[in-house]
């Protein structure tokens, strides 16, 4: 069993950054490739990053290429969501995820099996 518990969300302006992070627990090998998604009321989910734990392998959305970095810290199990020059269209609920895939199926799209509770971030204008 995996166990997701994230935090780091809160409001800020337009324009400024949050960091969020993902602690992460379980079955090693059913959490090798790690997602952030969001969520915005009446939206679709949607995936936001994702990385491939044994190579550090990422991908982003195109609507955060250039402004967020997903990265970990395998000593403390946890993936992080740095987030700058964040827009009012960021604002969702943003939820941590996990599965176990290989480096070509590790993708923020599809099926994760266990998912964080959420947390909130609202970017003002």
């Known amino acids: 069993q995996v166990q997701l518990v994230e935090s780091g969300g809160g409001s800020v302006q337009a324009g400024g950054s949050l960091r969020l992070s993902c602690a992460a627990s379980?079955?090693?090998?059913?959490?090798?490739?790690m997602g952030w998604f969001r969520q915005a009321p009446g939206k679709e989910r949607e995936g936001v990053a994702s990385i491939y734990t044994g190579y550090g392998t990422t991908r982003y959305a195109d609507s955060v290429k250039g402004r967020f970095t997903i990265s970990q810290d395998n000593a403390k199990n946890t993936v992080y969501l740095q987030m700058n020059r964040l827009k009012p269209e960021d604002t969702a609920m943003y939820y941590c995820?996990?599965?176990?895939?290989?480096?070509?199926?590790?993708?923020?799209?599809?099926?994760?099996?266990?998912w964080g509770q959420g947390t909130q971030v609202t970017v003002s204008s």
């Open positions: 379980g079955y090693t090998s059913s959490r090798n490739c």
């Open positions: 995820a996990a599965k176990g895939a290989t480096l070509f199926t590790c993708t923020a799209r599809g099926d994760f099996d266990y």
